[in-house]
């Protein structure tokens, strides 16, 4: 009777289980070349469907996703990729806001990505809310995309650079990668960008206090965001600050100088100047040829950073070895034995 | 014939492939108790034979050095471990004879190992010539070892850090390990050690220009050295720079802020100052009990290293690896292939 009752439903379409999403319709299989050919002729629903094929954690839609990949492939690379970090409060989505539309009039297309390893955990911080980049989101020259969710920043970041790839061959040719500063979450953009751009705040003790190891080192441009009203003169000591902290480091092997600048976002003061900039770093590095061989160097890290938390991965989830790690490692907390003869010893597990 | 004469020659006892060391005794088998024993009881000419035993890439050499490691390790952990950095020229080896001199007078007992990656190269750049610490080599409170040589800085660093146990098994309770700014190898050291000294020269531009990336932010102590005659003046302008760079890294988990000093080893000027850092150092990360954390901290990194060191040239040693990754590196140099694809082939490769 009850699943007479359920078929009853079903027929008039209102299985409470399916509208409560338990029960899910079998997909049609996806036409994986009709969907890569919509991709490269420009069609942003359908790079949408591709990001979330690249996204999904089912193997058959993995399978499918290396192969859009690998269709989009020929067609991708043709675009600068822009990473962008600074602390909550900097501005960030404002700034992306008003950089982004600024490039749309000069005619680019621009594709917002984000990479953000605490999206697991608050379902999607950055760029969650579309709504705070209005005028960019409703932009038919821009493509918003909020953060992939993962369960590790290693999975995060492959989406985000499949997600580039299928952006680009879209006709995207201005990628915008944001990132808050969470745990490693810049230097995984970092690899993944031609041009990192870090945004600061003036005043509020951050302009040397929030030096973090390596995150100036990374920057390509450090623009003191807010210079306006009051904030105008202390962005400008600011600017000054920073300019010399970055003559503390050894010059780059892109030849370029990073610079430091002041904007509104707010008040879209300063945008055009830092697109300006963005521009001689890319004649620059593509006339000394830096531009190419980072992208190759990237693209051999992403390689074997890949195969490596494979193999780690693979190691630790094998039982001998969660069962002996936590003992060897209280005997090595009270000097019983060495790290090297511990590792030795769950090394000799994992091959038995 | 031959033969015969190859014997008469023998019984003479002068078998000349013997003398040309092409022909090798039986050892005896190495009473590793014995030797643990003599260790403990301060033996110089026992802890030489230890760390030997240590560096050997002999399987049945490796597995008595595990057992030495074993029996000496509760009598190890008793000390300070100090690493010293510096560019060649920069006075390291002038600035230990000084410095583990004036410690000796304090009635310290110092052993001096160097992690050197050029080593394997050069068959032992650093410390390799004794001679360069006459006074100290010569000092009966003073062990001086030269640089392991390996066939990578993994390799080295793992004979460091064993050597580091037997040596404070022995007694020694400052334990200096010497690097030079070659690859990684000063993370290895401050990886191993409780106190990290950045020896820099005045002038020369060395002042800002050589701050590199992450050292400067390692450095418990910058000592500028050879601050003597018309190089006091420029030596007390390079320390007020250091001092002004060091206030753009955020504070340290140790709660340690790092201080700069000149010194002038040469004239034995300014040691004292030196040695009175470090021991603030250690005693207020001892009260704060840092110093405890850190150094359970440093083990299971070398743990977990171990491990993945091992888990990749396992991988990379693959026949089937080898022969496809350099395919696959030229179909992603040429973007025919995404890195998690070509990643994900190599990985299938290994399994089978």
């Known amino acids: ?50 990001i979330t094929l690249v996204e999904s954690t089912v193997v058959k839609h993995q399978e499918q996703a290396q192969l859009l990949i690998e269709k989009c492939l020929p067609h991708a690379n043709q675009s600068i990729r822009i990473g962008i970090t600074g602390v909550p409060g900097v501005g960030k989505s404002t700034f992306i806001e008003s950089f982004g539309s600024y490039l749309t009039t000069l005619g680019k297309k621009v594709a917002v990505l984000a990479v953000d390893p605490s999206s697991s955990l608050s379902h999607g911080s950055i760029l969650g809310d579309k709504t705070r980049m209005d005028t960019l989101s409703q932009n038919k020259n821009a ?49 993944m960008v031609d041009f990192f751009l870090l945004l600061k705040l003036a005043g509020a003790g951050d302009e ?79 006339e000394n040829r830096y531009f190419t061989r980072k992208r190759h160097e990237q693209n051999t890290y992403w390689l074997l950073q890949t195969i490596e938390n494979s193999l780690k991965e693979n190691f630790y989830r094998d039982p001998h070895v969660k069962k002996r790690l936590p003992i060897l490692l209280e005997q090595l907390s009270k000097n019983r034995i060495s790290p090297f003869s511990a590792a030795r010893e769950l090394l000799s597990l994992k091959k038995e």
């Open 208 to 286: 040397l206090q929030g030096i973090k190891r390596g995150i100036i080192e990374m920057a390509d441009a450090i623009v003191i965001n807010k210079a306006d009203g009051e904030n105008e003169k202390p962005a400008r000591l600011a600017k000054a600050a920073f300019a010399k902290a970055l003559h503390l480091y050894p010059p780059k092997d892109s030849q370029w100088t990073p610079k430091v600048r002041t904007c509104s976002a707010l008040k879209h003061k300063g945008i055009s100047e830092i697109w300006e900039l963005i521009v001689s770093y890319k004649d620059l590095t593509q």
């Open 143 to 191: 493509f918003i995309r909020p953060s992939a969710s993962g369960d590790s920043l290693g999975g995060v970041a492959r989406k985000t650079r499949e997600a580039i790839i299928l952006c680009e061959a879209a006709g995207f040719d201005t990628i915008i990668i944001e990132t808050v500063g969470v745990g490693q979450s810049e230097t995984v953009v970092h690899s």
């Open 1 to 50: 009777m009850e699943s007479n009752k359920e078929h009853k439903k079903v027929i008039k379409g209102i299985n409470p289980a399916f509208a409560k999403g338990t029960i899910k319709k079998e997909k049609p299989s996806l036409d994986v070349m009709l969907l890569a050919q919509e991709i490269i002729a420009g069609n942003h629903t359908a790079l949408s469907k591709g």
